[in-house]
């Protein structure tokens, strides 16, 4: 019987640990799905991609000395051409998730949840 019930709940398990750890972002009311997050996250591990990757001269990540962006594609036509897009995923030197920005044109708007900030612009 116990057998039984642990050949029964391993695809359950699979599928919790399956299921995206990544939130949902909202940018000035347009709401970004955490898969869209997570899909940008995947493509920037691969080390053939490493080019999209740029850094954020006027800015810090939290205490890290360096934040990098690239770009955060919100439909998968768009990620497919690599469209130009105003959201950003922000990570660290070491590729981890710091958030999620859009490009204001001069300046950078962090989008929600944004507790606590991942971006701070450097002082001169």
Known sequence: MKQ????????????????????DYTCI?????????EKALDFLR??????????MNLWTCESENYCYISAL???DESFRK?????YYVVVD???HLRGVVISTGRDYQQ???RSPAIIVRKSH
């Not at 691969?46 to 850094?55: E, Y």
Request: glycine share 6%; aromatic share 12%.
């Open 4 to 23: 039984q019930i642990i050949y029964w709940l391993i695809p359950f398990l699979y599928l919790s640990a399956v299921q995206s750890m990544i939130e």
């Open 29 to 37: 009311g347009t709401k970004i799905e955490g898969r869209y997050v």
């Open 46 to 55: 691969k080390p053939q991609n490493q080019m999209h990757i740029l850094p």
């Open 73 to 75: 594609h919100t439909d």
């Open 82 to 86: 690599r469209y130009r897009t105003p």
């Open 93 to 95: 030197g070491l590729k």
């Open 111 to 113: 989008c929600s949840p």
